[in-house]
C-alpha cells in the first residue's frame, strides 16, 4: 500500500486560528471590492473565485488533496461518479469519433455509452481487459474508457502496456479507479491520462455522499473546467467536499481492514465446494470488493435473505457490509442492461465487505451459504 502523501497537505493550517479541518464556505457567489479586481478577474489575470458552479474553495481543497494522491497535476470535482464520468466524455468526444470501452464495465457508464453516446454519432465497441494488451486494438480509437478491476467480474489489465499502446495511436486513456483508491493503485504512474472516482464509495468511506472526482494533467482538467464542468454544471457541493476531505484522512486505515478481511473471505470462499469461482484480485493489496460465483446448489434469494450482518444493496465502500446479487440485476426492467449484455452469471453474488469484525462477517456469511442449500 502506498502513503499517499497526505499527511503534510491535511497538517497544513487551513486558517489563521489553527483549524485542522478546512471550513465550508457555504457560498455560491464571491463579490469583488472593486471595479479594477473584478475586471482583472474577468479577464481571466486572477484565479480568485467567482462563482462556486466553478471554483469553490472547500471543493478545491478536496480537489488538491486528490491530484497529490493520485500524483497528477490537477483534480476536478464532481457532484457524483457519473457527472465525472459524463463530463469527461462530452468534454473530450465529437461525432464520428471511436472509443473502446473495457467488458463489464460499471453499468450506467454502459447506459450512458448506449443511450447518450451512441445515439450522439459516437462509436462504442466494448472488449475484454486483455484485449487491452494487444498493442493494435486502439488503432483509429479516441478514448479507451478502462476500468481495471472492471466492475463486477474485476478483470485486471497492464496499465503500462495499455497506456505505451495508447500513447502510439494518440489515444487518450480514461480509467475508472473507484476500486482500487490510489491507496492500492495509481494508473497516472504508468502513463493512464485522465483517472477518474466515483468518491461515492472508499473515498467518502461512510454512505453518506455522493460524489465524483477527476484527476490528471493541468491542460486536460482545464479543458473540462472551461466546458462540460461550467456547462453541464454537475459541480461538488462545498459540504459534500468538506466530507471528503475528511475521508481522505481515514482512507489508508480504511483500506488496510478492507483488505484484511477480502482476504479472509476469500482463503475460506476458497474451501467451498458450492463456489464456482472467486472474482477478487490482489494488486498488492485488496479492496473489500469482490464477487463470488456459486453452482447451482445454492438458493440465492435464501442466501441474501439469511444473512444478519450483510444488507442488500446497491453501492459499496462504507462501513456496512452489503451483497447485490446479479440475479435481480439480470431481472432488472429496460432495453440497456449491463448484466445482460455482458452476460452475468445467475450465480453471481458481489460482497462489499465493510468494516466490522471480519470473523463475524465470515460466521454471518457461512451459515447463509449452508442455509441457502450450499454444502458448507
Ligand atoms: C458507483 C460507481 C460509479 C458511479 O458513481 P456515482 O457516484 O454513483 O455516480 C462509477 N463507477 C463505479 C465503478 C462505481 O462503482
Known amino acids: 500500500m502506498c502513503d499517499l502523501a497526505l499527511a503534510t497537505l491535511l497538517a497544513e493550517a487551513f486558517s489563521d486560528d489553527g483549524a485542522v479541518t478546512p471550513p465550508i464556505v457555504q457560498s455560491s457567489l464571491f463579490a469583488f471590492d472593486s471595479y479594477e479586481s473584478f475586471a482583472a478577474r474577468m479577464a481571466g489575470q486572477s484565479d480568485a473565485p467567482i462563482y462556486t458552479r466553478v ?16 500524483g497528477v497535476e490537477a483534480a476536478v470535482g464532481f457532484a457524483s461518479g457519473m457527472a465525472a464520468i ?3 466524455l462530452l468534454a473530450f468526444l465529437r461525432p464520428g469519433d471511436r472509443v473502446a470501452c473495457v467488458e463489464n464495465v460499471y453499468p450506467d457508464a454502459f447506459k450512458f455509452f448506449e443511450l447518450v453516446a451512441r445515439p450522439f454519432g459516437i462509436e462504442v465497441s466494448y472488449h475484454p481487459a486483455a484485449a487491452f494488451s494487444d498493442p493494435d486494438l486502439l488503432d483509429g480509437v479516441k478514448l479507451a474508457y478502462l476500468e481495471s478491476p472492471t466492475s463486477l467480474l474485476f478483470a485486471v489489465m497492464d496499465l503500462a502496456k495499455v497506456a505505451a499502446h495508447a500513447k502510439r495511436h494518440g489515444t487518450l486513456t ?26 461515492s464509495k472508499y473515498i467518502s468511506g461512510h454512505s453518506d455522499v455522493v460524489a465524483g472526482v477527476v484527476c490528471g494533467s493541468a ?3 482545464q479543458a473540462i473546467r472551461d466546458l462540460t464542468l461550467p456547462l453541464l454544471g454537475g459541480k461538488l457541493a462545498p459540504f459534500e467536499a468538506f466530507l471528503l476531505v475528511r475521508g481522505l484522512r481515514s482512507l489508508t486505515a480504511r483500506m488496510r481492514q478492507h483488505g484484511e478481511t477480502a482476504a479472509l473471505f476469500v482463503k ?16 498488492g493489496g485488496r479492496s473489500g470488493l469482490l464477487s463470488v460465483e ?23 465502500g462504507g462501513y456496512e457490509s452489503l451483497v447485490m446479487p446479479a440475479k435481480a440485476a439480470l431481472a432488472a426492467g429496460g432495453a440497456v442492461n449491463a448484466a445482460r449484455h455482458f452476460g452475468h452469471p445467475e450465480g453471481l453474488v ?6 466490522e469484525d471480519a470473523e463475524d462477517l465470515w460466521a454471518d456469511f457461512a451459515s447463509a451459504v449452508s442455509l441457502a442449500g450450499g454444502p458448507g
Do not use: K, Y
Open 55 to 70: 471554483q469553490n474553495p472547500t471543493v478545491a481543497e478536496f480537489e488538491r488533496l486528490m491530484a497529490r494522491a493520485e
Open 86 to 88: 459524463s463530463s469527461v
Open 174 to 199: 480514461v480509467i475508472d479507479n473507484s476500486w482500487a483508491t490510489p491507496v492500492l493503485q495509481r494508473p497516472a504512474e504508468a502513463g493512464i491520462d485522465i483517472v477518474l472516482h466515483s468518491a
Open 219 to 221: 491542460a486536460n482538467m
Open 268 to 283: 475460506r470462499l476458497g474451501t467451498l465446494p458450492c463456489v464456482r469461482a472467486i472474482h477478487a484480485p490482489d494488486l
Open 294 to 316: 456459486f453452482d447451482d446448489s445454492v438458493d440465492i434469494p435464501a442466501l441474501c435473505d439469511g444473512l444478519r450482518h450483510f444488507r442488500i444493496g446497491v453501492s459499496w
Open 350 to 355: 458481489r460482497l462489499s465487505l465493510g468494516l
